[in-house]
């Protein structure tokens, strides 16, 4: 992993390489177009997320 000094001081740029297997590319990438349906815990993080942020707006 390469991180670079930011240019104009306000980005900074992260750079890697991952080196895989056609077999795990091949479910890397069936996993980005077919991601599994979201499970009770990540639905629940994500009511408790938009409660709270409902309480900060207003």
Same mark, same amino acid.
Do not use: C, H, W
């Given at each position: 992993?390469?991180?670079?000094? @930011?240019?104009?001081?306000?980005? #900074? ?11 795990? #590319?091949? &479910? ?6 077919? @991601? @599994?349906? @979201? ?7 994500? &009511? ?11």
């Amino acid at each position: 992993m390469k991180l670079s000094k @930011p240019k104009n001081g306000t980005v #900074a740029s992260l750079e890697s390489t991952i080196r895989l297997s056609a077999e795990d #590319a091949e &479910r890397f990438f069936d996993a980005i177009e077919n @991601p @599994p349906a @979201p499970n009770d815990k990540l639905l629940a993080a994500v &009511r408790d997320y938009m409660e709270r942020l409902g309480k900060r707006q207003g």
